[in-house]
């Protein structure tokens, strides 16, 4: 250490002014001169807490979207949102299809299920000038290099922004809670009196995390001058935080009752609620408010001091695993086990039924139709939704879809004859065609469309049950829409064989919107998380022989460096406690430089040496802005605070001999 502190400047500069391979990947030589964690009180945030006066989450689903708030003068009271138009037969509408619709000449139109009304009733020559996007979200997870520019493919096949359209759906919402807020406290309600919030899935790597907010900026939702008005939230976690509130008539003990046909958490489940229990729910269902105890909920009482829960949140486009144990007396969560999970969500049913059309009609048939008549894809697809969520281990009559009329006629005239002979034709026994225009699917075809994503979900929570930090977990908890599929509660079941309770809140799909008006409420109330990816710089050491490679030698001045030495901010799965800050300082290179640019790598693995490693890549740059802070010290410092404990890396900066703040920023999304 100290001899890092004794390198000279000359020696740093000189390093700077002979490129080393680390600089040919685009790093400064820097050295770092301390580094050292601090641990920063929690009284030290909680005094600089803007006060608002509501708390508005939004729940940006891939398949349903949806806002609540909640006053802070009275955080026990929890609003949803104004029921929407519109709505489907079979399917509950207290979200809104994530849909939206821009004219021809790109301009929003309209988000939800009026997007999905306006886009159907259009004539069929005219719709395919109109964009129409659904399912957009997973985009920003399955785009290995997301950055600004990433596009998005309407149904019609034009090419649009992403950052456009999540701001235009930012936007949307941020009109409807206004109006609300405004309806609500009978005059104009100010944008600056909302702490806004945003929901995004834990394991969302930081381009994604950061392109929410930046659409969040391009939206107005908030400005860049106050990013503190808006928190992103993890979803998973916003579900743990509310499922502690739970009494117990607000939810399903999947254990004390048989699930012969699962429970759909809107069934008043168990008879043995009592009358007034009852009563209870059905009042909350048709009210939009619900009550959140003040107290820990009944079933928190069971839970005592280091007890493990897991939170399995399975959405449209992803599932969400998380870890946490509880921390008494005031009930604070800790993670245990960096957040897991993947691309499991009920799209993925979907896309199985997709493929069985494809395997019917023929790829080139449907490929077609979804461009030719893509309104007529939605109403199909649509069809689809209400009969899967009819599917159930132990159904024996058959589920129709229906076809719409534009597939059947559009057919005949791609392939010349008749849907019903294409069905007769094809190898698929178990899809049949009934004389009402429905394609007629047997119980098990329709389960067998569940069974790859299941099987996924199922894997990975195996495999999270062998991790030692994951043993003795007393309660599972289901959330998210797809948890209220009886398959997959069965599914779990039969996993856990009774290892733990399993838990379902009603109304299910509003566990997470709900749970992150709590989380805007009070921030702190997870005060412990485990690092998702190692982090870290690249920097100069001094070389020891026998402890570095060869190849990595540097010879300046007689003085020998070892280049691309990673040195490491946060290790994967590292406990982090919200607050703490990793220190390090950095120094110009030359006194008159305005920026320093300073490049931060990641990796899945636990340790890295160099940053030159397979796995280890480029993720962000962390800028600090010096110019203007000129002084007459020899040598500057920087000093650079990192804090890694909360859903977003934040940087801070200061120049050690003014003590001036230098503007300090990380950017996950420039590359």
């Known amino acids: 250490m100290t001899e890092k502190e004794t390198a000279t400047e000359k020696i740093i500069s000189d390093a700077m002014a002979n490129p080393s391979p680390a600089k040919s990947m685009g790093d400064p030589g820097i050295t770092p001169l301390s580094p050292s964690h601090t641990q920063q009180n929690d009284t030290d945030q909680v005094a600089s807490e803007p006060s608002f006066v509501v708390v508005v989450a939004i729940d940006f689903g891939t398949t349903s979207s949806g806002y609540a708030y909640a006053f802070t003068k009275e955080p026990e009271c929890i609003h949803t949102m104004r029921r929407w138009e519109g709505g489907d037969p079979g399917v509950s509408n207290q979200k809104t299809p994530t849909t939206i619709l821009l004219t021809p000449d790109r301009k929003f139109h309209s988000f939800g299920y009026a997007a999905r009304d306006f886009y159907h009733d259009l004539d069929p020559s005219e719709s395919k000038q109109w964009l129409y996007l659904e399912k957009f979200k997973m985009k920003l997870h399955t785009t290995a290099n997301l950055s600004i520019d990433t596009d998005l493919h309407a149904a019609n096949g034009k090419r649009v922004k992403a950052l456009d359209i999540f701001a235009y759906a930012l936007a949307f919402f941020k009109e409807q809670a206004l109006k609300e807020l405004s309806d609500q406290t009978g005059g104009e309600f100010d944008n600056n009196d909302v702490r806004w919030v945003i929901t995004v899935p834990a394991i969302w790597k930081m381009p994604a995390k950061q392109f929410m907010r930046e659409a969040a900026y391009k939206s107005g939702l908030v400005s ?32 004390t009752h048989s699930t012969q046909n699962g429970c759909s958490p809107t069934d008043n489940v168990g008879g043995g609620m009592t009358q ?20 820990i909920g009944e079933l928190w009482s069971e839970l005592e001091e280091g007890d493990r829960y897991v939170v399995v949140d399975c959405g449209g486009g992803t599932v969400d695993l998380t870890v946490h144990q509880i921390r008494l007396p005031e009930g604070h969560l800790k993670e245990l086990y960096k957040a897991s999970g993947g691309p499991y969500g009920s799209i993925g049913i979907d896309y199985e039924f997709e493929k069985l059309l494809c395997r019917i009609f023929g790829q080139d048939f449907i490929d077609q139709f979804k461009v030719k008549r893509p309104a007529a894809w939605v109403d199909l697809m649509i069809a689809f939704e209400s009969r899967k969520r009819a599917a159930a281990p132990d159904r024996s009559n058959p589920l129709n879809i229906n076809l719409p009329f534009s597939f059947i006629d559009y057919y005949k005239k791609f392939r010349g004859h008749s849907v019903e002979h294409a069905l007769r034709k094809s190898n698929v026994d178990f899809v049949k065609w009934s004389s009402q225009g429905m394609l007629r699917m047997s119980p098990d075809a329709m389960n067998s469309l569940f069974k790859s994503t299941i099987d996924h979900i199922i894997q990975h929570l195996t495999e999270l049950f062998e991790k030692p930090e994951v043993s003795d977990i007393k309660f599972l908890f289901l959330v998210g829409g797809f948890a209220e599929s009886p398959l997959l509660q069965h599914a779990v079941q039969d996993m856990l064989q009774g290892r733990s309770r399993i838990i379902i809140p009603h109304d299910v799909g509003l566990t997470i919107l709900k749970g992150a008006v709590l989380f805007g409420l009070d921030p702190s109330i997870i005060k412990v998380r485990r690092a998702p990816l190692t982090y870290g710089v690249g920097v100069l050491n001094r070389f020891v022989d026998g402890k570095h490679p060869p190849e990595k030698l540097l010879v300046k001045d007689g003085t020998r460096w070892c280049t691309d030495v990673f040195d490491t901010f946060i290790a994967a799965d590292q406990s982090v406690a919200l607050g703490e800050m990793v220190k390090r300082s950095y120094t110009p290179a030359k006194p008159s430089q305005q920026v320093i640019v300073i490049h931060v790598y990641c990796s899945e693995k636990e340790k890295a040496g160099f940053i030159s490693e397979p796995g280890v890549r480029k993720c962000g740059t962390l800028r600090l802005d010096v110019s203007g802070t000129e002084s007459t010290a020899p040598r500057r410092e920087i000093q650079t605070l990192m804090q890694f404990g909360d859903t977003e890396i934040r940087a801070m900066a200061v120049d050690v001999s003014t003590g001036r703040t230098v503007k300090a920023s990380i950017d996950f999304l420039s590359h």
Request: aromatic share 4%; glycine share 2%.
């Open 224 to 255: 860049r001058e106050n990013p503190d008005q808006l928190i992103i939230a993890l979803e998973p976690e916003a579900a743990s935080i509310y499922c502690r509130k739970l009494r117990l008539h607000q939810m399903v003990d999947l254990g």
């Open 276 to 295: 007034a229990a009852k009563e209870h729910v059905r009042r909350n269902r048709q009210s939009r408010t619900f009550l959140v105890e003040n107290v």
